[in-house]
């Protein structure tokens, strides 16, 4: 760890001109920050599950999957940042960065040094990166009933956008198929088909995700009467993850069960952790009916440059 961001007193732990009078105590107990690319993967991964013990939905992390994270989601460690007093870390963010978008992540700080400015000063600061990037939206995601966060977020001028779903299911594979022309694809071909998709994907299942993943693959289904439609899937060892479906034409019921069906038919024992299904999906029935269980819902927020 070396540097803070001289630049700025307020993030440097000193007073700020700007800070008015009543407030000067407040400003004096500011973290310092620091850009999180100064720190090992440990260190953050540390840090990060500190933040995290008292978390509505328990995700620990390890170093390796926190790599990972960054790799894929393209996290910008340079401006990511780390809130400090002293050699002590307060808390983390992260800000994840794409062409005209940035996505704010990983946000905690300690229980213990909770409501004293430094979740807001690290949000306020990613967003000043965010606008320096000339990004056009921020956008994030917070679990739904995590009061602290969305207050915090509000606050800073983000707006609901919709609720996104995260979905479990226990593997099973024995399911009758519907009639259906059905066509196995491989990732560039899905990836085609998703640069199609109609609607603004939630960042972890955007493109750009998929690519540095680097294990998607893809099915489409023609059915006989006209309806037809693909997906978009990630294979893992022991899962199968981040799913997008889309209708091109007919009944979203029918094109999704012939979807599922035939995925789930060819990978039988494989469990399905799918994350930001959007609440107002039209193939929602069918991943009930296919045994998927509601694990929690987050809301997706945005705050566009005005
Ligand atoms: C959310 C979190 C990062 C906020 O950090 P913090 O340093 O305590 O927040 P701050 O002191 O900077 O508070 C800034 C604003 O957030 C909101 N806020 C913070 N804690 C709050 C609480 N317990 N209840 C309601 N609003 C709260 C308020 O709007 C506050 O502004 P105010 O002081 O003018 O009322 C912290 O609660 C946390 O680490 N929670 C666990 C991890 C988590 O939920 N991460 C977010 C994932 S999306």
Redesign the pocket.
Known sequence: MSQSFDNNPAFAGEVSLDCPRREIELCFMLPKLVPASHFTIQELTDAYNQ??V???VPMPLNAARLAEYIRIYDVDMERSVVAMSGEQIL?INMIGSRALRSWIT??????V?????????MTRYLLEMSQQLGHQRAM????KN????H?????LNFSEIRELLILRRAPNGDYQTPQCQIEWLEASTALDLLGTYPDFLPWTNQPESYIHAGDAQGLRCQLPEGDAGWMIFRKQKFYLTHFVLHTEAGDPVKVGQALLSNLHNRYPILDTHIENITADDPHLPVFRDFGYLEAFRRIEMYRDAG
Not at 113 to 120: D, H, L, P, Q, V
Request: cysteine-free.
């Open positions: 933040t995290r008292d978390y509505l808390g990983r946000l905690g700080v300690l229980p040094k909770r409501r004293m400015g430094s979740g807001e000063a994030l995601e917070v679990i995590n009061l602290p966060a207050t915090l977020f509000k606050k």
